[in-house]
């Protein structure tokens, strides 16, 4: 590593849910970064990451991408997931999965 990096700084830039368009905008062609939505939320549980879990889980950006690219299963398991792991997000996880059914 360089002097004062860590190994979390990677430089990598954020990666947006949506390459093109707007999610909130029906009608309007989008591009969706399908592997963010597929795969952000499954790392983060699997780092036992909680803010950034439930941070994404509890977006509706992220809902709404989710639900755009059909995932809505994959979606309701990230939040089971989540319940099972994050004790102290329990309430928050459980008002969003509420939402999304």
């Known amino acids: 590593f360089f002097p004062g990096e860590t190994a979390g700084d990677r430089m990598v830039p954020a990666q ?3 390459l093109r368009g707007i999610l909130q905008r029906g009608g309007e ?3 969706l970064n399908k592997r963010r939505i597929e795969a952000f939320v499954f790392h983060a549980l699997s780092a036992r990451d909680e803010a950034k879990a439930v941070g994404e889980l509890c977006s509706t950006e992220y809902v709404a991408a989710a639900f755009a690219v059909g995932g809505e299963e994959r979606l309701l398991r990230e939040y089971d997931q989540a ?3 994050f004790e102290g997000s329990r309430f928050l996880l459980g008002e ?4 999304v059914c």
């Open 16 to 18: 947006p849910l949506a």
């Open 29 to 31: 062609e989008m591009l």
């Open 83 to 85: 319940h099972q792991l």
């Open 96 to 99: 969003f999965k509420a939402f």
